[in-house]
C-alpha cells in the first residue's frame, strides 16, 4: 500500500521568534512531508521572509484573516495530497511525528487525529503549571478516551486531517472559536473516528505570563461552551460516551467551588480540626494526582522529583481555568440562548 501523502500548513502571525523551530522540526521529519505551507497571515515583524529563508511555500492573504481557522481555510485550495497537518507556528514535532501518524489513517473511517502534546518551556510559574495539567491529561484523561473511542479534541496545534473529508466539511470550521474541537466533535457526530496517538509527540510554547493564560483559557473555555450549545443534543443520541466526557466536564466545572470550599465550610461551619481537614483534603488531591504524574514522567522520560516541583503551580492555573469556565458557562450557555450577547467571537492569541 502506497503511503498516503501529506502536506504541512502553519498558519502565523507575528511568529517570528517561534517559527524557525517550527520549520526546522518539520524539515527535519523522518518521512518529509510533500509540502509545506506558511500562511503569513498580516504578520507586521519578519514572519514571512523567515518562512521564505527556509525554503516553504508562503501565502500573503490581502489581509489578516482574523483567526486560526481562516488562515488555515485560505492555504485549503493550495493542498492536493491525501493529508493536511495542520502545525501551530510555535510548535516543535518530534522527528518522527508524521512517521507515528500516518498508519492511523491506512483505516479510512479515521478523518482527523493528533498526537501528545507536552509543553516547550517550564520557566514562569503559568508555564510549570501548564507543564503538569498537560502530563495528566495526556496520560491519563486522553488514553481513556482513546480507548473508549471517543476523544474529546484532537489538539489543533499539531492534527492530521484526511483531506477530502476535511473538504467536504467546508474546512476547518469557523462557527466556533475553536475549530479542533469543532471539527473532532462534528466528525463523530457522523459516525467518523477521531484518533488520538499517544507516541507521536509535539511540544506547545504555552502562556509565559497571567496576561496571555487569561486570554487562550477564555479562548479555550468559550470555545468547549459554544461546541457544547451547538453539539451537545445530537452526541446524547450518536455519540454518548463523547458525550458523557463532556457531561463529566460539565459537572466538574459546576461542582469544583464545593471541592475547593469543603475544608473552609468544614472548619468554620462544622467546626472540624483545622490539621486534620487540610490533610484528609489535601491527601485526596494528591492521591489522584501524584502517581499519574510519576507515570507521565516516565514516559517522557523526565526526573519525577521535577514534575512533582511544578504541582503546586498547577493550582495557580486551575484558578484561572475555573474561573473563565464559569464566565463561558454563563455567556455562552445562558446569556447567549437568551439573546443578551453574542458571546466570543473575536479570535485572540495565546501567547
Known sequence: MTPPSLTVIVPAHNEEQGLPATLNSIKAQSIPPEKIIVIDDGSTDRTGEIAASHGVTVLRPPQNLGSKAKAQNHALPHCDTDLILAV????????????RMKPVFDNPDVDVAAGNVQTRFSRTPWERGRSTEYLFGFHWHRPIQQLADSP???SGCCSVFRRTALTAFGGFPERTI???MDFTWSRQIEGRKAVYVADAVAWAADPETLTYLRKQVWRWMAGFMQNVRLHLPRLLTRKPMLATWIIVALLEIILAPLWWATPLILILAADEPMTRTLTWWAGGELLLTI???????KRRHLPPGRVLLNL????????VNLYYAWKALLVELIMVPLRLTHGLLTYEKGR
Not at 291 to 297: E, G, R, S, V, W
Open 178 to 180: 475553536v475549530e479542533d
Open 291 to 297: 502517581p499519574i504524574l510519576i507515570h507521565a514522567a
Open 312 to 319: 503546586p503551580f498547577v493550582y495557580l492555573n486551575k484558578a
Open 88 to 99: 501551530d507556528a510555535d510548535t516543535v514535532l518530534a522527528p518522527d511525528y508524521i512517521e
Open 152 to 154: 474529546m479534541v484532537c
